[in-house]
């Protein structure tokens, strides 16, 4: 059974960090890739960040979120972390972390991706 846990959302104020992570159980966790997607008050959910499995050489992003955020991974603690820097109100929202459905596999969009986490508040204010 394969279980991603959110943690480390909180209050911050605009131009602050945030450093999200997501602990993954199951295994071969190495082998797949992970995202960050986010969905903020009345609208959908959208992609943040990507990482590709293994060493996580490949990374994407969503364009707001380049220069700003950074996506990592260690496979010995099965974790992905999301570095969120330089912060701004329009960043509020669930973010949530996601295993992609087939393994070496990756990508920007949610069909992508089938074990999800319960998600963690980022509230970003002015």
């Not at 295994?27 to 060493?55: D, H, L």
């Not at 010995?76 to 109100?89: D, E, I, T």
């Amino acid at each position: 059974q394969v279980q991603l846990v959110e943690s480390g959302g909180g209050l911050v104020q605009a131009g602050g960090s945030l450093r999200l992570s997501c602990a993954a159980s199951g295994r071969s966790f190495s082998t797949y890739g992970v995202a960050w997607f986010r969905q903020a008050p009345g609208k959908e959910r959208e992609f943040v960040a990507a990482i590709s499995w293994w060493s996580g050489s490949n990374t994407y992003y969503e364009d707001s979120v380049k220069g700003r955020f950074a996506i990592s991974r260690d496979n010995a603690k099965n974790m992905v972390y999301l570095q969120m820097n330089s912060l701004k109100p329009e960043d509020t929202a669930v973010y949530y972390c996601a295993r992609s459905i087939r393994p070496f596999s990756s990508g920007i969009f949610e069909h992508q991706y089938d074990y999800w986490g319960q998600g963690t508040q980022v509230t970003v204010s002015s």
